[in-house]
T-cell receptor
């Protein structure tokens, strides 16, 4: 049981490049979400999904796209990277049951030059 | 919209002593959940403790306990008998009932433990 797996762990991009952060969970969780962590700002929700085929925006969605074609996978796409997207990104999942905790991936450190 | 505020960017405690981390939140909802997460230098997010708003009794987990004041919208974390391994960033988080996967985090408090 691997939990939530994020790849890559580190990435450096040039401004304007695109890339996809991968996230997979093997717990059959319905809820999956992406957060970004910036110093002094905690974690902020980018996008989330309540099941395959269903996604919605969080607090800071601009510049990011998501899709949920399967229960297991929830990739985050940066279409044209900007220096403001330099951050640590976390994927998380939960069953959605009452007071269920979030299971977090190990994070991706992204630098956009 | 709900907000979570941690007003202490940094805290320090002597080993074996007790420290309290503060958290306040703003919401108009009556049914919600509150969490404290620990993030050590490894970057891993570790759930420390959780509290259901409908429960008056404060949650406890070994050396960790909370002081939940619903009317004051306050949710502080007390760490007793602090250990070197407690040094980490601590985040307070809020979740509306029925909003699985959507947490609202505070800014975080960096806790250092002095030997």
């Amino acid at each position: 049981n691997a939990g939530v797996t994020q790849t890559p762990k580190f990435q450096v991009l040039k401004t304007g490049q695109s890339m996809t952060l991968q996230c997979a969970q093997d717990m059959n969780h319905e809820y999956m979400s992406w957060y970004r962590q910036d110093p002094g700002m905690g974690l902020r929700l980018i996008h989330y999904s309540v099941g395959a085929g269903i996604t919605d925006q969080g607090e800071v969605p601009n510049g990011y796209n998501v899709s949920r074609s399967t229960t297991e996978d929830f990739p985050l796409r940066l279409l044209s990277a900007a220096p403001s997207q330099t951050s640590v990104y976390f994927c998380a999942s939960s069953s959605g049951q009452t007071n269920e905790k979030l299971f977090f991936g190990s994070g991706t450190q992204l630098s956009v030059l | 919209a709900q907000t979570v505020t941690q007003s202490q960017p940094e805290m320090s405690v002597q080993e074996a002593e007790t420290v309290t981390l503060s958290c306040t939140y703003d919401t108009s909802e009556s049914d919600y959940y509150l969490f404290w997460y620990k993030q050590p230098p490894s970057r891993q997010m570790i759930l420390v403790i959780r509290q259901e708003a409908y429960k008056q009794q404060n949650a406890t987990e070994n050396r960790f306990s909370v002081n939940f004041q619903k009317a004051a919208k306050s949710f502080s974390l007390k760490i007793s008998d602090s250990q070197l391994g407690d040094a980490a960033m601590y985040f307070c988080a809020y979740r509306s009932a029925g909003q699985g996967g959507k947490l609202i985090f505070g800014q975080g408090t960096e806790l250092s433990v002095k030997p």
